[in-house]
């Protein structure tokens, strides 16, 4: 049984296939003993044993849809569902810019899926620009923000709305907002997914807000632990 589980836990990696390990394991068990017991004219009763072991894994990846057991052990799910707040800011932004084109500046990367889904909500015209900065490494923020991809289109005269995914120590924001103070755009607002006011050193006033959060470093739905977790559909926070 100690090497049955053993054998298992080296491909837990891949869940899928562990799932089917266990179940060829369960089916090889199965054979076996159906064969002895058969012999000896007992009957199979019992034939279940391991499903046990089998549910339970199931469980956590109930907690985790689609991890590997790995990320099921340090991930946890923050209780924001992105789904509902986006519903709310696009109706705000199509109210508070009613006839008007919206140019969407999306910060890249962690921004995507805020980009895509508020845009699929809103009923104006939406122009997409992008730029990538970043600031971060592994769980810390270095405190410099690098431009490392700028924006292609023209924004001036335009109305720009940054869509953040998370504003932190609010450096990335202000760095931002002084960069695009030179281009004569028309107007500025600011969207983020997550706000940690907790953590802030710079004032930056933030026009949508999807969800305050306390001070953890939160993954999934775009936001990245050294560029992995980003399509998780959800937020979920390394247990450190
Ligand atoms: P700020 O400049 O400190 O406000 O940080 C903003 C950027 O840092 C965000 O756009 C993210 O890329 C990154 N960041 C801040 N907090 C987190 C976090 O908890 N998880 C992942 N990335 C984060």
């Known amino acids: 049984n100690n090497s049955w589980y053993f054998r298992n836990s080296l491909v837990r990696a891949n869940y899928k296939n562990f799932e089917k390990n266990i179940f060829d394991d369960i089916s090889y068990l199965e054979k076996f003993f159906y064969n002895l017991l058969s012999d000896t004219k007992y009957e199979l009763k019992n034939r279940y044993t391991h499903i046990d072991y089998v549910q339970s894994v199931t469980s956590i990846d109930s907690k985790c849809k689609g991890c590997t057991l790995e990320e099921q052990a340090i991930i946890n799910i923050l209780k924001v569902n992105p789904a509902i707040n986006q519903e709310e800011i696009a109706k705000q932004i199509m109210e508070d810019y009613k006839g008007k084109d919206i140019v969407f500046l999306c910060i890249l990367k962690g921004s995507i899926f805020l980009t895509v889904e508020l ?70 607002k600011i969207c983020t997914l997550l706000d940690k006011p907790s953590r802030r050193v710079m004032p930056i006033e933030v026009d949508y807000i999807g969800f305050e959060i306390e001070n953890k470093f939160v993954v999934g739905y775009g936001l990245d632990d050294n560029q992995n977790y980003r399509n998780l559909n959800y937020v979920g926070y390394i247990e450190e």
């Open 119 to 188: 845009a699929k909500r809103i009923k104006n015209n939406i122009q997409f620009e992008f730029i990538e900065v970043s600031s971060y490494e592994g769980h810390e923020s270095t405190g410099k923000i690098k431009l490392n991809k700028d924006i292609s289109g023209v924004i001036e005269g335009k109305d720009i709305i940054i869509i953040e995914d998370i504003v932190d120590t609010g450096r990335t924001l202000s760095f931002l907002k002084e960069y695009l103070l030179d281009k004569q755009i028309a107007s500025l």
